[in-house]
């Protein structure tokens, strides 16, 4: 579970440093729907700059001596992936009409700091790029997050 939570941590700065700087041509038309043609987007191949290390982590930890520890890397990889798709690509995006009726104060939060990161078209001045762990202030409560939207922040 170490690997999964230390994911989150690369995911947010490849999110940042690689989707929004050097391959941000894959990564537009997910900030920008009328890019988008069909179901896939060019950002869904980044699936595969995770899912790759993933397998090989597997291939090499099952097969080498004394790599057993790439095998729990890449079930790390794995299930930061699974978390991912579930909450990024089916909750907050709907790409799949799963959970429709999530409602916490992390669910909200989760809608929030993604919403925030999403009101930015373009690739700089972006916020809130990682999935799981974002600021507090996306937790505040419904009243005082429209209070808070008002103000301009």
């Given at each position: 579970?170490l690997?999964?939570l230390?994911?989150e941590?690369?995911?947010?700065f490849t999110h ?6 050097l391959?941000?041509s894959?990564?537009?038309?997910h900030?920008d729907p009328?890019?988008?043609h069909?179901f896939?987007?060019?950002n869904?191949?980044f699936?595969?700059v995770f899912a ?9 930890g ?9 095998l729990f ?8 992936g699974?978390i ?6 089916v909750y907050?995006?709907r790409r799949?009409?799963w959970f429709?009726?999530?409602d916490s ?6 809608l929030r700091a993604h919403g925030?990161?999403h009101?930015k ?5 972006g916020?809130?790029?990682g ?9 505040k ?10 103000s301009?922040?």
């Open positions: 579970m690997t999964a230390i994911m941590f690369v995911a947010w940042k440093y690689v989707m929004h700087g391959l941000w894959w990564h537009e038309d900030h009328e890019k988008k069909g896939f987007e060019k869904d191949r699936f595969l790759i290390p993933s397998f090989f982590c597997y291939m090499f099952s097969f080498l001596d004394g790599y057993s520890f790439l890397v890449g079930i790390g990889i794995s299930v930061y699974l991912y798709f579930l909450i990024h690509d907050i995006h799949f009409s429709k009726h999530l104060k992390y669910s909200r939060a989760v925030a990161h009101a078209k373009g690739k700089e001045d916020e809130s790029f999935l799981l762990i974002f600021n507090p202030k996306y937790f409560k419904r009243a005082e997050w429209s209070k808070y939207i008002k301009g922040n």
